[in-house]
């Protein structure tokens, strides 16, 4: 084998890892000596001050380096054995003992000089229990385990730290002298960073904390510039895209905003002006809106829908749910009905020939506005002019579904919307492609949920307040995590709760809901709980996002330990949607910290923007957004919560690139170019038209 190693050469031919290790480091998604090199740890453990015999503590975690004296191994019972090693140095001896690994005895000699880590006791004589160990050949060797600051990763069954420590150490020793320097050299000069081949040196094996963390801002620096250099070409090439203009001058969407019922916030009307001058633009918009629960913004994807109509042409609105399409489409059909607006319902559930009748009227131009769920991006769905695609709660939705819709027209105009609020960092990650528009104020009337977290014991009062509300007139939800029992989680499940339900308000009218239902039946749930002929609703999170039933004042949501921050507000925000005071009751008797962090966050935040600030923090990044859902590898090192300065400076370095070099053409540009394509190549592709 060659003494220097490529970086795109597979794993499987590095000496000593062989088939099996192969197969559990592609586990870990390590496949070439790239990934290896880039599997950074978790943490780090600092084994590097030596202790003397004569000074060590009995509980302490300790190095000690001595020269081996004595080997022995001992049977205790038939399938126990013990394992002794004496070791000295200039002050004692101690003895390092292993349970049960007769072979470490074989593994030394006498007069050798060994290295090892672990927890000292004292039990008629000084011991350190299953050490962690490493022979030194000589005073100059340098130690991997033991005797220096040592990584630990993440690892998978059968797969060792030794083992992994190992290899990684190796091929590190093996590399080239140089690797490619893609951050601009006025940066790299400024922040005094390390060269990117030591760097990665030092992440892995520093020689001390403060090397480690240079090391790390670099390595920082590479992932957030190569990651905003991906959303900020996609920008790029979305400006220089040709679309359809779409002019405010149609009757219709001047008499529907003059006869709507309501006045819209001032920020509803600020959202309404950005996106209305985004479609006169014959550039393609790509714009994100983002709103709290019950923030308005569905009236003004109407209000563009509407415009898209009136310059005759059609738009699409694709939703992650049938239920949540459904009132979509009822919604909008009932606010457009007047304006002689044709608003179609495409979803899987509905019967072959309906679908086939809607398809060839959408294709035909004689429908105006689709809307539906995935049924939206069948081959067999053709519009005839699609100018506004509209996709709701889009986290939701994969990369190429967005693409696929995106594909059904010619350079269409893009909205997406969401209720789930987004950090400003995540926005500038996951959505950096995107212009963002915020509707950060409620409609009049609408008032906080009071939230309550109930011990198990204590739910009766909240039932008791349910039963009150339903007495007064109002509605209830009550929302279960599971559909059917599970024998590991002792979760209460919603159907063997609903007859529980149902002899607890003995004389009213229940309803059950959830994912598994066929279409038909779910919408006759809510259209029997929307016209308030249904007073309890039992359901799973199909009633997450967009459910819009105003008389709803009460919400009990049983284990509600086991829902996510973002999950639990927007369940919240399907009641008090009517001025009238709600109340959202959280059951649970969470065992972990962080469960119980969220109820109390819960108690506390009815604000969305600030409540996702915590999720964030609580769950980081790569759980509250995956980013390879958005076509965008994950971050190895970047925290968006602390790196925060870091992404800002970043994403002004990389548009002054674009703005200079958008092809990455310039000498100084290639080598950024070249890594960039070797990443990025793939999923550029696919988050280009997504």
Known sequence: MKNIINLKDSIQYLKGVGPQRTGLLNKLGVKTVEDLIRYFPRAWQDRSHLTEIRDIESGAITTLCGLVRMRSTFRVRSNFNITRVVLEDNTGRIEATWFNQPYMRTRFQDGQRVMVHGKVEFNRTWRIMNPECEIMEDETENPIHTGRIVPIYPLTAKLTQRVLRNTIYTVLSRLPRSLPEIIPPTVVRKNNFPPADRAVNDIHFPPNFQARDQARQRLVWEELLLQQLAVGRLRYQYQQSEGTALKRDGARLEKFISHLPFELTSA??????????????????????????????????????????????????MAPTEVLAAQHYMNIKQLLDSCGVNVELIVSGSPAPERQRIRDRLAGGEINIAVGTHALIQPS?????????????????????????????????????????????????????????????????????????????????????????????????????????????????????????????????????????????????????????????AATTVVEVGVDVPNATVMVIENADRFGLAQLHQLRGRIGRGGHEGFCFLIANPTMAEGKTRMEIMTRITDGFQLAEEDLALRGPGEFFGLSQHGLPEFKLADLSRDAACLVEVRETVQEIIRQDPDLQKPENRELGRVYADIYGASESRVRSG
């Not at 001058?277 to 563009?304: C, E, F, W």
């Not at 009337?445 to 739910?459: C, E, F, H, I, Y």
Request: glycine share 6%; with cysteine; proline share 4%.
């Open 381 to 537: 769905v053709v519009f005839n002019h699609l100018a506004l695609a509209v996709i709701d709660e889009q986290h939701r939705f994969g990369v190429e579904q967005r693409a696929m819709l995106k594909a059904k027209g010619q350079q269409p105009h893009v909205l997406v919307m969401t209720a789930t609020p987004i950090p400003r960092t995540l926005s500038m990650t996951v959505y950096g492609d995107l212009d963002v528009t915020t509707i950060n104020e409620l409609p009049p009337g609408r008032r906080p949920v009071q939230t309550r977290w109930l011990a198990r014991a204590d739910s009766r009062m909240a039932y008791k307040q349910a039963a009150a509300a339903v007495e007064s007139g109002r509605q209830v939800y009550v929302i279960f995590p599971l559909i059917e029992e599970s024998e590991k989680m002792d979760l209460k499940a919603l159907n063997s709760e609903y007859a529980h339900l149902c002899k607890m308000f003995k004389g009213r009218k229940l309803g059950l809901l959830h994912g598994r239902m066929k279409a038909c039946e779910k919408e006759k749930v809510m259209v029997e709980f929307r016209a308030g002929e249904i007073e309890i609703l």
């Open 268 to 317: 509803q009307v600020r959202a309404r002006d950005r996106i209305f001058h985004d479609l006169a633009s014959s550039r393609p918009m790509h714009r994100l809106l983002q709103g709290d629960v019950g923030s308005g913004k569905t009236i003004i994807a109407v209000l563009a829908m509407l415009l898209a109509v009136d310059s005759g042409r059609q738009a699409a609105l």
